[in-house]
């Protein structure tokens, strides 16, 4: 095949066009009403030819084939909010909301495809002859929302508020849901008998809400039976072979679908003392998820997808505290800030589901826990290789070990099986999540860094970061250095981090299996960014008739403290691609 004579003569071509528009208006009338709209429209499209001449290459055995693509899609978001604003005597603060909103999303798909073309040089479809493949498609999502707030202060101290909300979504036959949530507020600083805390207490004030919230984020037809269509090649009865239209319902449909409600209750207290130097804010919170939309498992026989559908509760625990301090000292200057949080999120009454992949959705256990296999490293000798239970009959030395931890009568019975061998291997969430910036400046000098992490996971060890079968001859470096290989001693092996290279069937006995050893602990420190930067005098920057020059180099993610291999980013570890990219930067702000 000539590469070069393909790149003249297939044409790939694809056409994009796009529009965003958005609108906005305001009117304010009869002294305390407002009036405000918005409207926002975007629109792109899409078309595509795929032409392969009949002349060489792919497209002779076909004597041309040629594909025509469309594709667009477009978004109409529209709001309307009456809002009202008054003081009654001196004390009585008040304001209320009315709305409506609306949200439309759109989009269309047209391909056509068709081979034995007559003119080589003209890629149209109508230049061709045989028809291969014509598909369409049109997805519609749109939500409407009716809305309500009010607020109430009495001196700045005393807080009411009050919220409803009744959405509608396509999504669902039972579309409408309402939604509401209450929440008060008390400014203990403002009351007259913490006058004399003045001098060093700024501002303490407690909250405490609770509400409910409603998720419809599926996808876009879980209630109605879609027929997909198609073709296949059908015998005729004199031995001919002609293509037919077939049609089959390929997803279950679950026509009582309706919203996930969440209830939420937090309690918190903002904090500012000693001239506002020191600040904080700290908030518990607990949230109760019922009705919650995960994927039913139902038997393969049916021939349907497993559906969307209202499943059991989740009980998440969490809490959360921002802490700052800043100062001055004379020419210097600081400011630093930390946040911390945390959550656990536990599956309550799920009515008898779970789901048991590599991760488990059951009962009393956290949501999304890794699952899998006990192991005991990897087998290094044949007599370990002989006396003990196997998933395969294929593996050898160097592959995974995998512990009979269980049987049909609750204790090991020599067999390793996904029924009674997998068991619940830890937390797959983040825990102790962190993050906060430092600002130091001298003078002209200042040196922000901006810093985050995550105190505790258990990360997985993709197939991605270790072994790749697409590319097996090119490991990284971290992996060459550390798997079993009957090239190496058994001293050296007897250190091996990872198993034995093999794209053979044995690797689904390593890489094919959640297990334990390839959790390791995720948690990290990334430092986010470092500038460091100078701004010249304003007396020489006026002399050359400027307002202001500042100079500055910077480095984002210039580090990362963790145990993922090197060069991968913890923070999206989870992607089959997620490096770290460092960047440096020399820079200068102008401005006249």
Not at 176 to 198: C, T
Request: proline share 3%; with cysteine.
């Amino acid at each position: 095949q000539n590469v070069i004579c393909n790149l003249y003569e297939d044409i790939r071509k694809n056409d994009r066009h796009a529009l965003n528009s958005k609108a906005y208006a305001e009117v304010r009338f009869l002294k305390n009403f407002t009036f405000t709209t918005n409207f926002s429209y975007d629109f792109a499209n899409s078309a595509g030819v795929e032409y392969y001449t009949p002349t060489i290459g792919d497209g002779a055995s076909f004597k041309g084939r040629g594909t025509h693509s469309s594709y667009n899609w477009s978004t109409l978001n529209t709001n309307q909010i009456l809002a009202y604003e008054n003081v009654f005597g001196e004390n009585h603060n008040f304001s209320a909301k009315l709305g409506h909103e609306y949200y439309l999303f759109t989009d269309r798909y047209l391909a056509g495809q068709k081979t034995n073309f007559f003119d080589p040089t003209n890629p149209e479809l109508s230049n061709g002859g045989a028809l291969q493949d014509l598909t369409s498609y049109t997805n519609k999502h749109n939500i409407e929302g009716f809305f309500g707030m009010a607020d109430y202060n009495y001196a700045s101290r005393y807080y009411f508020s009050a919220a409803y909300r009744r959405d509608g979504t396509s999504r669902f036959i039972d579309r409408w849901g309402d939604f509401w949530s209450v929440g008060g507020a008390w400014r203990i600083s403002a009351e007259p008998w913490m006058k004399n805390a003045s001098s060093w207490l700024n501002d303490l004030k407690i909250r405490a809400s609770y509400g409910t919230l409603g998720n419809e984020r599926i996808g876009n037809y879980p209630w109605q039976s879609i027929m997909n269509f198609g073709s296949v090649p059908m015998y005729n009865g004199d031995g001919s072979v002609s293509s037919m239209m077939t049609a089959a319902q390929t997803a279950y449909a679950m026509r009582n679908i309706t919203w996930e409600t969440t209830k939420t209750w937090d309690v918190g207290i903002d904090l500012n003392m000693f001239n506002n130097r020191l600040n904080f804010t700290a908030d518990v919170y607990r949230k109760d998820t019922y009705g919650m939309l995960l994927t039913r498992k139902i038997p393969s026989v049916l021939g349907y997808s497993s559906p969307e559908d209202n499943i059991g509760q989740m009980i998440t625990n969490g809490w959360e505290f921002n802490i700052g301090w800043s100062d001055r000292h004379g020419d210097f200057t600081y400011a630093v800030n930390f946040n911390l949080s945390d959550y656990t999120s536990v599956m309550g009454d799920l009515g008898g589901y779970q789901s048991l992949g590599e991760n488990i959705i059951k009962q009393g256990v956290e949501y999304n826990a890794w699952y899998g296999y006990r192991t005991g490293g990897l087998f290094l000798t044949q007599e370990q290789l002989d006396n003990a239970a196997k998933l395969y009959d294929t593996v050898q030395l160097g592959n995974i070990q995998y512990l009979d931890i269980s049987g049909p009568e609750g204790k090991p019975d020599g067999i390793i099986n996904a029924e009674y061998d997998r068991e619940v291997l830890g937390s797959s969430l983040p825990h102790f999540q962190y993050g906060g910036n430092i600002n130091l400046g001298w003078k002209n000098f200042n040196l922000s860094m901006t810093f985050q992490g995550i105190g505790k996971q258990m990360a997985y060890m993709s197939q991605a970061m270790m072994f790749r079968t697409s590319d097996a001859g090119n490991f990284p470096v971290e992996y060459d250095k550390w798997y079993w290989s009957t090239y190496k001693t058994d001293e050296q092996n007897a250190q091996a981090k990872y198993p034995r290279a093999t794209l053979s069937n044995t690797a689904k006995n390593d890489y094919g299996q959640t297990s334990d050893f390839w959790l390791f602990n995720g948690a990290y420190f990334r430092m986010k960014n470092i500038t460091l930067s100078y701004t010249l005098p304003s007396k020489a920057v006026k002399a050359i008739k400027m307002q202001k020059i500042r100079v500055f180099a910077s480095a984002t993610d210039p580090f990362s403290i963790d145990k993922f291999p090197q060069g991968w980013d913890p923070e999206t570890y989870t992607n089959t691609a997620a490096y770290m990219v460092r960047t440096f930067t020399l820079g200068a702000q102008l401005t006249f």
